[in-house]
């Protein structure tokens, strides 16, 4: 092994040998983590909570990566491989999932509980993760349990291959922004408050990069900045904005966008956003703000953009920016376009794909349901309400364990139906091109990611969606993303193009919805087993419930 490069603590070698399933020609990098429990101070209140159990004293705190919250960045190049060795020093199960990362052809390292079994406490477990044909901005956050609410959560930021060229100059600095919104509340009394079938109450607070009111972006007059900003909280859609300062959108999950101004950007809860701002006003502080959107009451939080030697702090009004209004959401998401002239992680145009040419094989209709189950709170999609088999779905499909799971046990169409319980997966073609439309006749926004891939958003409006609302559709530069919002009594439609086996969770970002069922999984399932459609499962695999005590490959 050859050391090349160090980037953001990690060391950048080139392996030679055969790592796993992952291409030896691409630079690997390689990340240690240690994943604890520690204080966190986040709003003020440190997050220690003492239970009794048994007779005995249990500690549950705030959940670290290196000592760090939020975690640490992880920083690669398109093609990267990935190594990440987690220990679990926690004292339950963990898991780490990869929020727009694709993992292609590998399901089985995504990190969700119906793919990838939990690492033990005081074990560790290493991802071996490819970032094949990506650029952008992500995530990485605790998929298990309550975990999210604790932190465990850090910025993924994938760079375009030398050569490849970025409709942008070099911008003077690259920061990543984690805005969400927090409670007091231990997340392990969250939970328990889930489990009784309670809802959550509103949160405490708005966190920008861990702090509330403190975290600083250092910038020199002049200068062209690019903030990396992803919501990573539990439920509430956020506007961001920048005292006396413009933003130009330049990248979404992915996708290098139009390069529209705005003075404020809605992120919905799970999505990501590159954007420029200059530093081109007077060498002072200035308020970064960000505040929720569509509640009762609304909570803001600020951090600081300080200019260097600026002796100044931040004054005068905050800038405001929306509060309860849809139709201003609404127009801003359809304002994000696609760069069509613009490379992607490949030199070709991002518009050498002709996404609105392609005839539609299926179209399936995905409604949120909430209810009452035996007492309970529970959510559901087409009136299932998730439940976790006793053996992740990707294992038991390998393994050909029976019993596990059913496959359609969920409709493809919005029943209307009550509310029932089972582990509901829907089976999809490989190779085919299919429209999803999320109905939401609720009153709330909500928030959808699909695990695997990005789809092309072609529309969304108020009222019911039928096959006339197709006549509105953006079928040139549409938006090529994982994670969508669909607003209240509205519906939202995608396009995708089903190129990448596995099985891949489809789920509300709300997370208290996700746990209490409003989730399921997509099999893209060929009878294809050449690796060029799939790899085998890991070697390093852990294996867990029905699969626990059989073997992956020979080493």
């Not at 489990?195 to 403190?214: A, E, T």
């Not at 200035?286 to 951090?303: L, M």
């Not at 696609?338 to 030199?347: D, H, K, Q, V, Y």
């Amino acid at each position: 092994m050859m050391a090349v490069g160090r980037s953001g603590g990690t060391v950048l070698l080139l392996c030679f040998s055969f790592f796993a399933l992952v291409t030896a020609e691409s630079p690997y990098r390689f990340f240690d983590w240690n994943v604890t429990y520690g204080d966190i101070y986040p709003l003020g209140v440190r997050q220690q909570v003492f239970y009794i159990i048994s007779s005995s004293v249990k500690t549950s705190r705030g959940i670290l990566i290196n000592g760090q919250f939020p975690g640490p960045d992880i920083h690669s190049v398109t093609n990267d491989n990935l190594i990440i060795n987690v220990h679990n020093s926690l004292d339950e199960p963990f898991l780490i999932s990869w929020n727009g990362v694709q993992n292609r052809r590998n399901s089985y390292v995504d990190g969700m509980y119906g793919t990838t079994c939990p690492i033990p406490p005081r074990t560790n477990y290493t991802y071996i993760l490819q970032v094949k044909d990506q650029i952008g901005s992500f995530y990485y956050f605790p998929s298990l349990a309550f975990h999210k609410a604790a932190g465990g959560f850090g910025g993924i930021r994938i760079l375009s291959r030398p050569g490849i060229p970025v409709p942008f100059a070099d911008p003077a600095g690259d920061y990543t922004v984690l805005i969400g919104d927090w409670y007091k509340t231990n997340h392990t009394d969250l939970k328990a408050r889930l489990d009784r079938g309670r809802k959550l109450p509103s949160p405490d607070g708005i966190l920008i990069n861990g702090r509330s009111n403190g975290a600083t972006l250092n910038v020199e007059q002049g200068k062209t900045y690019r903030l990396r900003i992803s919501n990573v909280g539990l439920q509430n859609s956020l506007n961001f904005r920048i005292q006396n300062h413009r933003m130009k959108l330049v990248e979404v999950e992915g996708t290098h966008t139009m390069q529209t101004m705005f003075s404020s950007l809605d992120v919905h809860v799970g999505q990501s956003y590159s954007i420029l701002i200059t530093a081109d006003q007077s060498p002072r502080d200035y308020y970064v703000v960000a505040s929720s959107r569509f509640t009762d009451k609304i909570i803001t939080t600020t951090g600081i953009l300080r200019y260097s030697g600026s002796s100044t702090s931040a004054s005068g009004p905050m800038p405001g920016g929306p509060t309860i209004q849809i139709d201003w959401s609404l127009n801003q998401a359809r304002a994000i376009r696609t760069n069509l002239t613009a490379s992607g992680p490949r030199p070709n145009p991002q518009g050498s794909y002709h996404y609105g040419l392609i005839p539609l094989i299926r179209t399936i209709v995905f409604g949120s349901s909430a209810g009452q189950i035996n007492g309970k709170q529970r959510y559901g999609i087409n009136s299932v309400s998730f439940v976790p088999a006793d053996t992740p779905l990707k294992l038991a499909d390998f393994f050909k364990i029976s019993g596990v799971y059913k496959i359609n046990s969920i409709s493809d169409k919005s029943t209307g139906g009550g509310l029932y319980l089972d582990t509901s997966v829907l089976q999809v073609d490989y190779r085919t091109f299919i429209e999803i439309v999320f109905e939401n006749k609720e009153n709330i926004v909500q928030s959808y990611h699909l695990n695997g891939y990005s789809f092309w958003v072609v529309g969304m409006d108020g009222g019911q969606w039928n096959t006339g609302s197709r006549n509105g559709y953006n079928l040139r530069d549409a938006v090529s993303r994982s994670t969508v919002q669909v607003y209240p009594k509205s519906w939202t439609a995608i396009y995708i193009a089903l190129d990448n086996v596995g099985m891949w969770n489809l789920r509300s970002e709300f997370w208290a919805r996700q746990y209490l069922g409003q989730q399921l999984y997509l099999r893209v399932f060929t009878t294809s087993t050449s690796l060029r459609d799939e790899y085998p499962i890991p070697k390093n695999s852990r294996l867990c419930g029905r699969a626990k005590g059989r073997h992956t490959r020979p080493l």
